[in-house]
């Protein structure tokens, strides 16, 4: 009998899952294994087990990266994976996520914008729309606060100087950055995010508040438009 047609509790042992992680390390397990252990059953009117679900799931999605972005209606299509294991597997994704959050916290100094990456990358990685964040800074490069700006596709009528400074000039900021990601996965900067970033760069001028960067994030890359001269 294959292990398609065997519950995991029927297999020998030292192949379950569980007993595998107890005896050899969680490192030792597969990611099909790792998630067969957090959807725990499989689906007896299918005679599938809980691995052969995690197999599916990884198949028909790419990759643990590409599960993680799964909303819950698109888990849900899956033949055996209800509201309820959906929402685990969102929640188990969640924790890894907030686990690997680097982001910078009210007080803490700006210095570079590889920390801006790494305070970022993870948030917005996954992020299948744009979304325009506004950091604001007192006069020692210090966070006061991240402002959500727009979510959607970058443009000037969604990333309105009026918008973007309100906030600065409310809260007396003295410098601002600003980061947003790019859903493919390349940072490159468009002629949108560049013309953005000028008339930005020039509102500031007017209001006395320092641009110091603006960061693109990609997946796994980042532009800063500090660092490339472009500022």
Known sequence: MSDTNRRIKDWPEAERPREKLLDRGAE??????????????????????ALDHARLLLARFGGLRQLAAATIAELCQIKGI??????????????????????LRPGDRFTNSEEIFRSYHERLRDHKRE?????????????????PISEGSLNASIVHPR?????????????VLFV???????????????DITRRLKEVGELVGVRVLDHIVIGNGRYVSFADRGLL
Request: no cysteine; glycine share 4%; proline share 6%.
């Open 28 to 49: 030792a397990l597969s990611d099909a294994e790792l998630l067969a252990l957090i959807l725990r059953t499989g689906d007896a009117a299918t005679r599938t087990s």
């Open 82 to 103: 209800g509201p309820a294991k959906a929402a685990e597997l969102q929640a188990v994704f969640q924790i890894a996520r907030r686990f690997a959050d680097a982001r």
């Open 131 to 147: 979304v325009f964040y506004t950091l604001l800074l007192d006069s020692k490069n210090r966070l006061i606060r991240e402002v």
């Open 163 to 175: 918008e973007v400074f309100s906030p600065v000039i409310r809260e007396s900021a003295s410098a």
């Open 180 to 194: 947003h990601n790019h859903p493919s996965g390349d940072p490159t900067p468009s002629r949108e995010d560049l």
